[in-house]
């Protein structure tokens, strides 16, 4: 096909048929796989997974197909787990659009194959007793379809083991492929499940070059490697295969999950099968060696041998075998290996709201009223709106609290109109001095620190939708500029880790997990650590943390349930609105919301965004 363009009604077709494609590769090994290079050995990789379905059986599946037509509009049942079975789904689509493929399937097989099937439209029938059964044990899978098969006019059973155009398919495609890209060979190796590929191969070899010798790959008895069988197993087979094949060697699974992962890293993408017919080459190559045989091989013309073994399957659906079989030191360590543990949530950038859509949020009734506005008309700032942004002290001496106007104003209604992010950027203007305040407040009056509700200065009911508000921050920020109706809920020693961390919360991935556990434990009320500041004399202080018991880990002083809180948000589907330092430490509280049905969002930049927003409109 000119430049392997496929087009017009068959183009899939085309695509799946040899003999309108071009050859499969074949490519020599790098030397570092090759341990007999010196001594003149060439090794070629045939990449029958270059095949439209990816595997080996795509030729058999399709010689097989083309002699049963009657499969058009029948059910098609196989024994088979893997390859074969994946390729007569697709080829059948391809061919005919028969998508009733059915495919008998051991019981042991892993959740991960199954769903492979299952993602190509094969329809799975498991099977107890033995994974792999005799062709010819008139108690097993095979021979019970051979008769459901002749019982039922509807349905069609290939039967890969005892059909003549699997081997042939390879008599037919890949013997002849193989001597027109390497005239030269002088060794070809095959594992062996059907026998199909070596059969048929060796076939052509036999009657065009008869010097060429064929070697049979099997695995060790009760240690299987996927795809391939042990000899006993095989020995019964129906095909041709003693009259052609010259040589069998057998070769542990563990070495061939070992060989398939080298060459896969040196760029010639292999699964275990593939890696056991090089390692069994490999190690017939080593004997012939070691008996001065290797010579019996050598091209008279070239001086050098040539081998050619096949790459029949992918890795990716055996990964985690690869991780059973293999030792933790043949694979690179994961770094950062603490994130597993933590932060394992979806996050969702929907989820971040930029300073502004917050504003919105918080008060949508009301267009943001710029602070440049209030400088304007001086008189405004003597209004509730200012009032409600200050988050007063309770004072030791006096029950009276001073306030931004000359009399105490009233309580905001439900209608009353003011902007929240406005309320807290009014007092970040005087943060620091406001924070000083608040950390000499807490010297003389500990207690205060555990009382995680905004102030009763400001109100919670200022509008009927209002969300409820997380405050991650220590108390004495908290106390000392929040958002009106927000509820602290301190993260211990967040300020800590976020200098920690330079800023940059998620490239400290110490500080991540510390963070999330943290958040983790206060959402589920599994613990409440209230910071407890005791001043023991003025050149030293100690902070203590104190531990609520069992009954009252749920809650603060003022009888606040975090835990029951974020019930009655999700019950009734209300959002919940967290706030940090700089918006970080929020995103992974908003995952962990969501991961628990309740609609969490976060600020972007956080109070700092928020007060950056609000400082460029002066």
Request: net charge neutral; charged share 25%.
């Amino acid at each position: 096909m000119a430049l392997n363009v496929y087009q017009g009604p068959n183009s899939v077709a085309d695509f799946f048929d040899p003999d309108k494609t071009p050859p499969l590769p074949l490519v020599e090994i790098p030397d570092r796989l090759n341990p007999f290079r010196k001594d003149g050995v060439r090794i070629y990789a045939k990449l029958l997974t270059h095949l439209p379905a990816q595997n080996v059986k795509s030729l058999p599946a399709l010689n097989m197909l083309r002699g049963l037509p009657e499969a058009r509009d029948k059910t098609i049942v196989e024994a088979s787990s893997g390859s074969t079975v994946l390729s007569l789904g697709i080829i059948a689509r391809v061919l005919w659009g028969n998508e009733d493929v059915n495919a008998y399937v051991t019981n042991k097989k892993s959740p991960e194959s199954l769903g492979l099937l299952r993602f190509f439209g094969i329809t799975p029938h498991l099977y107890g007793g033995l994974a792999q059964q005799e062709p010819t044990d008139p108690t097993g899978i095979m021979c019970r379809l051979r008769r459901l098969a002749k019982k039922r006019e509807d349905i069609v059973y290939p039967g890969q083991y005892d059909n003549e155009n699997n081997w042939k398919a390879h008599e037919k495609w890949t013997g002849p492929q193989v001597l027109r890209q390497l005239p030269e060979i002088n060794l070809f190796c095959a594992t062996v499940g059907t026998g199909g590929c070596l059969t048929g191969t060796a076939m052509y070899f036999k009657a065009q070059k008869p010097s060429v010798r064929t070697l049979g790959v099997f695995n060790v008895f009760g240690d299987p490697t996927p795809g391939p069988r042990h000899y006993e197993n095989f020995n019964s087979c129906g095909f041709p295969w003693a009259e052609t094949v010259d040589a069998f060697v057998d070769v542990p699974s563990v070495e061939s999950f070992r060989m398939s992962m080298r060459l896969s890293r040196e760029g010639i993408i292999a699964g275990p099968s593939s890696g056991q017919a090089l390692k069994g080459l490999l190690d017939y190559l080593g004997r012939l060696k070691e008996i001065g045989d290797l010579e019996s091989l050598r091209d008279s013309e070239t001086g050098e041998v040539s081998c050619v073994f096949t790459c029949s399957d992918l890795p990716y659906q055996y990964l985690a075998m690869y991780f059973q079989k293999l030792g933790e030191d043949e694979f690179p360590a994961i770094q950062n290996e603490i994130l597993l543990k933590c932060d394992q949530d979806k996050h969702d950038e929907r989820w971040i709201l930029e300073s502004s859509a917050a504003e919105r949020l918080l008060r949508p009734d009301l267009p943001p009223t710029p602070v440049a506005d209030e400088k304007k008309t001086p008189a405004r700032s003597t209004t509730s709106q200012t009032t409600l942004s200050t988050s007063p002290l309770p004072s030791t001496t006096s029950s009276t609290t001073t306030t931004a106007t000359s009399h105490p104003p009233p309580p905001p209604s439900r209608s009353s109109r003011f902007n929240p992010l406005a309320c807290l950027f009014n007092h970040l203007r005087r943060r620091r001095p406001a924070q000083a305040q608040a950390q000499a407040h807490f010297s003389t009056n500990p207690a205060s620190l555990t009382r995680p509700r905004c102030c009763s200065h400001h109100h919670t009911t200022t509008t009927t939708n209002h969300p409820l508000i997380l405050d991650l921050r220590d108390p004495a920020s908290f106390l000392a500029s929040h958002i009106p109706g927000s509820i602290n809920t301190p993260l211990p020693n967040l300020r800590e880790h976020l200098r920690k961390a330079e800023g940059d919360l998620f490239g400290d991935p110490q500080c991540v997990f510390a963070v999330w556990t943290a958040a983790r434990d206060m959402l589920d009320g599994s613990r409440c650590q209230v910071p407890d500041t005791a001043t023991t004399n003025k050149k030293k202080k100690k902070e203590a943390k104190t531990m609520v018991t069992e009954k009252e880990k749920d809650k603060d002083d003022d009888g606040v349930s975090v835990p029951g809180l974020l019930e009655e948000a999700r019950r009734k589907g209300g959002q919940v609105v967290v706030l940090c330092y700089d918006g970080e430490a929020s995103r992974l509280v908003t995952a962990l919301l969501r991961k628990r049905g309740v609609e969490g969002l976060s600020v972007k930049g956080g109070v700092e965004g928020v007060r950056a927003l609000l400082e460029g409109r002066e």
